[in-house]
């Protein structure tokens, strides 16, 4: 994949680019390379060698590797820079993977330093060396093109051994701009014949690949078996989860009902208790209907009060000193007798009276006054 055609991506403050490029160049080097030709499509490379006064220009794609001009830096011109452009976009379009432009520089433009660093400055080799560029060169980072490239790896003893190579930029940026003149293009890498691609002074990735036909193809099986692998993975997890749902509402209707039992209980006792009681009870109208039918017609009830297991009648009438022995009859009544003195009513000429007597049986104090 190529990384390179963009400048920066951030999300959330970090650069996302700086992160994929470092692990896609990673991947990369730890890939081999049959595996590299099988999946991905290398750019063509068209290196350019400073030989004195003379630029040698070199092809190294898959279909051919070779000299492709030779040039006398003087004698440069426009002319002579269209037809190289022209030349370098054909190959490109040939490739179909990009076109990396590598310009080596002669040994005596560079300064080489072999250095001895901690295995875990790997991942960032550049930046740990940048630091020290005052002490290993003459030259401070900001005038200086450079690189560092490891030689050996030791795991054993947890050490690199690593070969700094740099260019003074005061020397090499004349060169740059002539060269990317003569090419109509920028240049990728600034390198060495004995490094290659394996190193770039400019900094950036050292290689760049796209994605063939297999590769898409791969990436499309893999694809397609992780669907069939996740697709039953996650109809479990459904039907997990709409048991977990159903457990839950049977639950809630466990506990509603349980709600509803006790509730239930709790009436029926209280429904019992009401049943029995009315059952060992005589019911008002009864008590009612005894009296009409055992009370004289001339004798009239005013008043008919129940409480606390006895009955108290209120009323006037004619003959009532025979009412208690009446009274005393009755199916529910016991123990009749008069609450107070029998008085008559001048007005009409009738006894009034108040009887007081016991309501019989054991269902007596569920009788209620009405």
Request: glycine residues 8%; aromatic residues 6%.
């Amino acid at each position: 994949m190529d990384f390179s055609s963009a400048d920066k991506w951030t999300l959330f403050g970090v650069d996302v680019l700086k992160i994929l490029r470092a692990w896609w160049g990673e991947l990369s080097r730890s890939v081999p390379d049959r595996v590299k030709q099988l999946f991905l499509l290398q750019p063509a490379r068209v290196v350019i060698a400073m030989r004195g006064e003379q630029c040698v220009l070199l092809e190294d794609t898959q279909e051919r590797s070779g000299e492709l001009a030779v040039l006398e830096r003087r004698t440069l011109d426009e002319h002579a820079a269209g037809l190289l452009a022209a030349q370098l976009d054909d190959i490109e379009r040939r490739g179909g993977a990009g076109l990396v432009i590598d310009l080596l520089l002669e040994p005596s433009a560079l300064l080489r330093r072999r250095l001895e660093l901690p295995i875990q400055l790997e991942s960032s080799l550049r930046q740990g060396v940048a630091y020290q560029l005052n002490r290993l060169t003459p030259f401070s980072e900001a005038d200086l093109y450079f690189d560092v490239v490891v030689r050996e790896r030791d795991t054993a003893s947890r050490k690199l051994q690593v070969e700094l190579v740099a260019a003074p930029r005061s020397r090499v940026d004349p060169l740059l701009h002539e060269m990317t003149r003569l090419c109509g293009r920028q240049i990728d890498r600034l390198t060495t014949a004995d490094l290659g691609p394996a190193a770039n002074l400019l900094g950036g990735s050292h290689t760049r690949f796209r994605p063939n036909r297999n590769f898409w193809l791969l990436l499309a099986l893999l694809g397609c078996l992780g669907v069939l692998v996740v697709t039953p993975l996650m109809a479990k997890r459904s039907a997990m989860l709409q048991q977990k749902a159903a457990i839950r509402e049977l639950q809630q209707s466990v506990g509603e009902l349980a709600r509803e039992k006790n509730t239930l209980e709790t009436d029926g006792r209280s429904l019992a208790y009401i049943v029995e009681r009315r059952g060992q009870s005589p019911r008002m109208v009864t008590l009612v209907d005894e009296l009409s039918y055992l009370v004289p017609k001339s004798i009239y009830l005013t008043q008919l009060a129940v409480s606390k297991g006895r009955v108290r009648l209120t009323g006037q009438g004619a003959g009532v000193v025979g009412l208690i022995d009446i009274l005393n009859g009755a199916k529910f009544l016991d123990e009749a007798k008069f609450e107070s003195t029998v008085s008559r009513n001048p007005r009409t000429g009738l006894d009034q009276f108040s009887v007081g007597a016991k309501l019989v049986g054991t269902q007596a104090a569920a009788v209620q006054e009405k």
